[in-house]
């Protein structure tokens, strides 16, 4: 279902996110995301840079990391492609000293200090977040495959998610030793 109806308006600005996450031959995997930004008129007085024509990206950057099932970053490559200003794209170097960083709960205030605020760029910073998103989305089958799950151990994906609660009906249905709620055990199949 879309949003209701909006008032009257224009567009301003228009940024797009895209993430695609590629098993490799080789048994790792490719994560790739670019981030753009468009203006819908044209940006005038850049100090330094020259006017911006209206849908030319503001933005236009990639970054693509190659990892393992573990999760480990084996390479980091960013680009900018195209920013504000000229020397945005200096920043992009500093990436590859994510390899040997793990994508875990929680992984990026390690990487803080390495290329985030004032040590990296506020673009790539988010991208790096829907990346590592996309990387568990793009592994999760081959993970899951991999992996053997012992008995009395917590689901990773459990309280992640407000389906995934002690008091829902998925809990019920996927973990029924988890679920603490109201409803019959019984009531629902396990998906196994």
Not at 66 to 85: G, K
Not at 176 to 185: A, F, H, M, N, V
């Amino acid at each position: 279902m879309p949003l209701p109806r909006p008032t009257a308006r224009k567009l301003n600005h228009h940024r797009t996110i895209d993430c695609r996450g590629y098993e490799r031959d080789d048994g790792l995997w490719d994560i790739e995301g670019r981030l753009t930004d468009t203006k819908a008129y044209t940006w005038f007085n850049r100090t330094g840079s020259p006017d911006l024509p209206a849908g030319v990206p503001a933005h236009d950057m990639w970054i693509r990391l190659t990892i393992d099932l573990d999760m480990t970053i084996h390479e980091c490559v960013a680009v900018t492609d195209n920013s504000p200003y000229k020397l945005c794209g200096d920043i992009t170097a500093k990436f590859a000293q994510l390899k040997g960083h793990r994508i875990a709960r929680g992984w990026t205030r390690g990487l803080k200090d390495i290329i985030g605020s004032a040590h990296g760029c506020t673009h790539q910073w988010e991208l790096l977040g829907r990346i590592a998103a996309v990387a568990y989305q793009s592994t999760n089958n081959a993970r899951q495959a991999k992996r053997k799950h012992q008995p009395g151990e917590m689901p990773r994906t459990f309280n992640t998610c407000h389906m995934y609660t002690e008091k829902s009906d998925e809990t019920l249905r996927r973990w029924p030793e988890l679920y603490t709620g109201s409803k019959i055990r019984d009531q629902l199949p396990k998906v196994s």
